[in-house]
């Protein structure tokens, strides 16, 4: 059973660092073609794609906010970590993980099958 | 303001077939980047139907279904139920931005 959580603060302030874990189970990124994406929703709007991570430990980030962006895989095998720097009040969503088989895909291109719940952050001073 | 283009709301009678569309451009849909598809009821995360244009996961109903040609990709759905009211979002690759989702498209079952 393939399950994905999100974990972190619920509150951060202005020009504060993010930091997310999304702890998951039933599946390896160890595994050939095998990834874990990251992507948030603002209250009442519109999924937005930011980050992906694959089983060779390539790394896949939104154009807009690459400079802002980190993912990285922890070395317990079974969590990814998303740091976004300079937060800012715009930045406040719900925050989700999710795997993304990546056989034939890579980075954004990839679909996500699995999702965890989300975690809701928000940017406030 | 996404870069795929979906209607705001679409609606249909019980037992209808309605069709999304999510309209792109020559630097992603065009540019022959797949095309995947997620529906999401309010305060839940998205759930997968299609992926890579028209291929359904499993336990997703035949009912739902993917296409694509030239810049834009449909997501049909015949037989409405009530169940399928939620949220739509197309998701594609954008040769500027990076992974793109759609603004998304309410689908109300009247």
């Known amino acids: 059973q393939v399950t994905l959580r999100e974990s972190g603060p619920a509150l951060v302030k202005p020009t504060q660092t993010l930091t997310l874990t999304c702890t998951f189970s039933g599946f390896s990124l160890s595994t050939n073609a095998m990834c874990v994406s990251w992507i948030r929703q603002p209250p009442g709007k519109a999924l937005e794609w930011l980050a992906l991570i694959d089983w060779v430990d390539d790394k896949y980030y939104s154009k807009s906010l690459k400079t802002r962006l980190t993912i990285s895989k922890d070395t317990s095998g079974n969590q990814v970590v998303l740091t976004l720097t300079n937060m800012d009040p715009v930045d406040t969503a719900t925050y989700f993980c999710?795997?993304?088989?990546?056989?034939?895909?890579?980075?954004?291109?990839?679909?996500?099958?699995?999702w965890g719940p989300g975690t809701l952050v928000t940017v406030s001073s | 303001q996404s870069v795929l283009t979906q209607p705001p709301s679409v609606s249909g009678a019980p037992g209808q077939n309605i069709t999304i569309t999510c309209t792109g451009s020559s630097f992603n849909i065009g540019a022959g980047y797949d095309v995947h598809w997620y529906r999401q009821l309010p305060g839940t995360a998205p759930q997968l139907v299609i992926f890579d244009n028209n291929k359904r996961p499993s336990g997703v109903p035949d009912r739902f279904s993917g296409s694509k040609s030239g810049t834009s990709a449909s997501l049909a759905i015949t037989g409405l139920q009530a169940e399928d009211e939620s949220d739509f979002y197309c998701?594609?690759?954008?040769?500027?931005?990076?992974?793109?989702f759609g603004g998304g498209t309410k689908l109300t079952v009247l």
């Open positions: 998701q594609s690759y954008d040769t500027r931005l990076s992974g793109v």
């Open positions: 999710a795997r993304s088989p990546c056989g034939s895909c890579s980075g954004g291109t990839c679909s996500s099958d699995y």
